[in-house]
């Protein structure tokens, strides 16, 4: 059936707009953390990095809202029930990291001494979780948390890209199409 193997529009966009965020992301805070930089690029780099980071806090609530209302297209009836199961348990967990990553980095940002605000793309401050403002076990707890878990989401991202590319080697069940790329049968 044309057409009715493929997630709509809007799933497809929120994927692609948000997978290519979130390696931004990723490769921005190992940048910041671990690469010498020159001062003045690397409080740009915060900024932009805490700017997109809210913006994909947010938008995480749309993408969620949208797919608890909308159901994913039926799984090709080739594939092994324990690997349907995987898939599940792994989409599980990436959404559970794209809420824990934007959450802990608020986190860390309100409890720092420093107490810089976050302007968002130089558009509007979102503001710093008062309550915890300047707790310093908070703050390592967070900046902890925010560094293992960014490790285990490109753990998770690479295991979701390479189960994409096993079944299309090993099972020749092309997925890609489902998620907007090249043509359903
Ligand atoms: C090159 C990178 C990527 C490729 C090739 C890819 C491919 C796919 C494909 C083919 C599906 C559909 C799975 C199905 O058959 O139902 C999918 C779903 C999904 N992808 Fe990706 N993806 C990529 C990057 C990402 C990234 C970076 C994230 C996380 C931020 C992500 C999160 C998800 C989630 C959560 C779903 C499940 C959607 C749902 O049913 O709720 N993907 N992806
Ligand atoms: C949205 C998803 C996010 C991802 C995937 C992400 C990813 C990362 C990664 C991988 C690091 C490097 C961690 C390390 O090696 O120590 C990092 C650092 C950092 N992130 Fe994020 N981040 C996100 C959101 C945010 C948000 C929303 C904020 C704040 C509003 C934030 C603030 C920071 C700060 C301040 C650092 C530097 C920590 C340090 O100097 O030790 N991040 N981020």
Do not use: C
Not at 121 to 140: K, Q, V, Y
């Amino acid at each position: 059936m044309k057409g009715n193997n493929r997630y709509n529009l809007i799933a497809i966009t929120l994927h692609w707009v948000m997978a290519f965020a979130f390696f931004a992301m990723l490769g921005s805070g190992v940048a910041m953390v671990n690469f010498e930089i020159d001062p003045s690029f690397k409080f740009k780099l915060y900024q932009w990095h805490k700017s997109l980071g809210v913006l994909l806090l947010l938008t995480f609530f749309i993408r969620i809202g949208w797919r608890l209302f909308h159901k994913p297209p039926a799984l090709p009836s080739t594939l092994k029930s324990f690997d349907i199961r995987a898939a599940k348990l792994g989409h599980i967990a990436l959404y559970t990291l794209m809420i824990a990553m934007p959450i802990t980095g608020w986190i860390m940002v309100s409890t720092s001494v420093y107490g810089l605000p976050t302007i968002v793309f130089g558009w509007f401050e979102w503001p710093h979780i008062d309550a915890i403002a300047g707790n310093d076990t908070i703050h390592e707890l967070s900046e902890e948390a925010h560094k293992i878990l960014g490790w285990v989401f490109m753990a998770m991202i690479a295991a979701h890209i390479g189960a994409v590319v096993k079944h299309y080697i090993f099972e020749k069940i092309n997925l890609l199409p489902r998620i907007g790329i090249g043509r359903t049968k």
